[in-house]
């Protein structure tokens, strides 16, 4: 930032920036763009706001935020003394530091934090109150301080145990202490802290509390104004290794990552996943559609990240797959591998808490804390070993003001394990590539064994997978899944309207080798027993076609539960829906078939599909660089609006009319208000919010627009 001749408040640093600087400003101060502002005077005030001091403090790192106490502690300072003030008591030269601390300084600058004047630099006064009460842990100047021979000689006078209790207040200098402003002198004081009182080594602060003050507290520090010595970069990564390896493991986690997320819409779609009132999903049924998905935690992963990304919802009684897990299914592996990437990204559960409540409200901090890891992992290199312990201290230089829990880190790093971001401990080239040229082609064939089972040497096509997932179960996850061909499963593709040619006709085309015998002979007692006893509606009716069959119903249980009665020969009728008249059947052991009013087959419906939500784009961000030359524009008549608006704050007094005033709030965005004046000035109005608003005093500095109701 290049300051003005004479800058000497925030609002003349503002308004003489020249673009470049200017959109500097409001590329690092986002909120002071975004609503977008009306002049350079609103820029400005909304600077100057608590909210935007706040957030701007918050966005420093260590090593920017530890200028910047320090130079609220010290007061204003040339560059050269605050380096030489950074590197008192420490084992280090200026002139290794003051690249560093330039550019730190040059943010600060940037940022509108601490303005320069006639070669100094100045912290200004409402960032500093957004500091602790005293930064860097400095009481304020001494009105008679000591020089450091008279502390030192005092320091030896009052003895180690009086020495003990002024190192507790080293780095925070206040303490208390009953009866703080005793009157004592060296021969009767009978206590450290007397003694220490004796000697001006404490000073009393107010009745019951007492203070070091800085020129002892520096005695004791070494000088140091930290207790440690800050860092301009964050603690490094560790050298990559075997990053070919590294990644190799990484992508064969991700082929096993898309395959599970498929497992997991194959299993929601067959099973009836019941919704909680909570907007949860009941556990017992998660538990159920994981088995076959993932072991342990892993499976918790894939449903929240199937929630996350919109791949199932809630459709008011049970949770099932959306129309958008069928446009997965048919997409590129790479493409379906990203869309977990970003769903991981989105998931509202807390990490390493996450369960069976997709729907309930999550802390607003779950998200931040992946993208946060996920953002140290990006700048890492490939193959680097990723440790917790280097990511949470990464993450508390980037953010000093925020708490680290180490075991927040390893369950995000869990879960960037399960997608391959992280494997052999390392990071991989997932984290943020946009391509993948190793991701294997898709196969449209499989192992067909004489054990009833289908093995995919790879992954499938989409056509295939679908077409495999209805004529056989799955019997474990992963790339290369095995498949059991049985007689639920090919009664399910009968009941969708195969054939059992083009079953054959199926195996024939995909089969690697010979279809097995064992497979024929299973398809064909399928076909011979599938549709032996049809359902028409009436409430239900049932066609058999063996007079014993018929026997055999009627003697059963079902014909209780649905209600059968005997209306031909071999026509039977139920007081039950077609729906449970065939679950009925298949638990005695037939294979039935389902017909329509008029008697002809039908095959069965498709799979119910959940509604999902689409979510609202954000709105569009301002462009800085535009914003700053618009802002620079309008520069030139902002004397003569801010007359203007003056006049006419006065003529509304005089009038006593009610005005729509919009005015800039401490958070930094606008509000319209309906108020009446009731004295103007030339720095704020009084007025009266209309509606019970009551009376409150505006800047006239923050209002951006008056015209009367």
């Known amino acids: 930032m290049s300051p003005s001749e004479e800058p000497t408040t925030l609002a003349s640093t503002i308004r003489n920036l020249d673009a470049q600087s200017l959109s500097r400003l409001l590329t690092l101060r986002p909120d002071l763009a975004n609503p ?3 002049d350079l005077t ?24 530890s200028l910047l106490t320090a130079l609220a502690a010290l007061g204003d300072l040339r560059f050269t003394e605050l380096a030489e003030a950074l590197c008192q008591g420490w084992p280090i030269k200026p002139e290794a ?10 943010d600060l600058l940037n940022m509108a934090l601490v303005l320069e004047d006639s070669g100094q630099l100045h912290v200004i006064q409402i960032v500093t109150a957004h500091l602790s009460g005293y930064p860097v842990g400095l009481a304020p100047a001494s009105v008679l301080p000591m020089n ?29 202490v009953p009866n703080a402003r005793r009157a004592v002198t060296p021969a009767t004081a009978t206590t450290p802290v007397e003694t220490a009182l004796a000697h001006r080594l404490l000073r009393p602060l107010s009745d019951d509390t007492v203070i070091l003050p800085r020129e002892v507290s520096l005695m004791l520090r070494g000088n140091r104004l930290f207790a440690e010595q800050p860092s301009p970069t964050p603690p490094p990564w560790s050298e990559p290794h075997q990053t070919n390896l590294v990644n190799r493991a990484g992508l064969g986690t991700a082929l096993e990552a898309v395959s599970a997320m498929s497992a997991l819409l194959e299993a929601m779609e067959r099973h009836n996943c019941a919704l909680l009132a909570s907007g949860g999903i009941a556990k017992r049924d998660a538990r159920i559609v994981l088995s076959r998905v993932a072991p342990g935690d892993d499976g918790w992963v894939y449903l929240a990240l199937a929630a996350a990304g919109g791949l199932i919802g809630a459709d008011g009684r049970s949770w099932l797959p959306t129309p958008l897990a069928d446009r997965w299914r048919t997409d590129s592996l790479w493409g379906q591998w990203v869309s977990l990437r970003e769903a991981w990204r989105h998931i509202p559960q807390l990490p390493g808490n996450l369960g069976n409540a997709l729907g309930a409200s999550a802390p607003a901090t779950a998200q931040a804390w992946r993208r946060l890891i996920h953002r140290e992992l990006h700048s ?14 990464r993450i508390r230089w980037r953010q000093p003001g925020t708490t680290v829990d180490d075991s927040l880190v390893e369950a995000v790093l869990d879960e960037c394990r399960v997608l391959g971001m992280v494997a052999l401990d390392a990071r991989t080239d997932l984290v943020d590539a946009r391509t993948c040229a190793d991701m294997p082609e898709r196969t449209d064939e499989v192992i067909l064994q004489s ?30 899944g095995v498949r059991r061909f049985n007689r639920s499963s090919l009664r399910r593709a009968l009941d969708a309207g195969w054939t059992g040619e083009r079953v054959r006709q199926w195996w024939a085309e995909h089969s690697l080798g010979d279809v097995p015998q064992s497979l024929l002979v299973l398809l064909n007692d399928v076909v011979r027993d599938h549709g032996r006893v049809s359902v028409a509606a009436a409430g239900a009716l049932l066609e058999v076609d063996d007079p014993a069959t018929v026997e055999a119903i009627l003697r059963s249980s079902l ?8 209306v031909g020969p071999q026509v039977l009728v139920a007081q039950a829906e077609p729906d449970q008249v065939l679950a009925g059947l298949r638990q005695l052991g037939m294979s039935p078939v389902a017909r329509d009013a008029h008697g002809d087959v039908f095959s069965a419906p498709p799979p119910p599909r959940a ?17 700053a030359a618009s802002l620079l524009d309008k520069r030139g008549r902002g004397f003569s609006d801010r007359r203007q608006l003056i006049a006419q704050l006065h003529q509304a007094q005089q009038d006593g009319t009610w005005m729509y005033i919009e005015r800039v709030v401490d958070d930094g965005t606008s509000v319209r208000q309906t108020v009446r004046i009731m004295a103007a000035t030339a720095g704020a109005v009084r007025c009266v919010i209309r509606g019970g608003g009551g009376v409150t005093i505006v800047p006239v500095s923050r209002i951006t627009s008056c015209q009367p109701v």
Not at 457 to 480: C, H, K, M, V, Y
Not at 611 to 627: G, I, N
């Open 42 to 65: 609103e820029v400005s005030s909304r600077a100057s706001t608590h909210a935007s001091i706040i957030a701007a403090i918050s966005s420093l790192d260590r090593w920017r935020l």
């Open 559 to 566: 014909t209780t539960d649905v209600g059968l009665r005997r």
């Open 148 to 176: 450091p021979n008279e502390v030192a000689e005092k320091l030896a006078a009052a003895g180690s145990k009086a020495r003990s209790v002024l190192e507790r207040l080293v780095w925070s200098p206040t303490g208390h």
């Open 611 to 627: 509604k999902v939500d689409v979510p609202a784009s954000s709105a569009p961000q301002a462009d800085p660089e535009e914003l």
């Open 97 to 106: 530091i003051q690249a560093d601390v330039a550019d730190g300084i040059s």
């Open 380 to 393: 890492a290199e490939p193959g680097t070993p990723i440790e917790t312990k280097v990511i949470a201290n």
């Open 36 to 38: 977008t502002p009306r």
């Open 451 to 480: 054990d009833l089972t289908a093995v995919a040497p790879g992954p499938l096509t989409p056509d295939t997978a679908a077409d495999l997932a209805l004529l056989a179960d799955r019997e474990s996850t992963g790339i290369a």
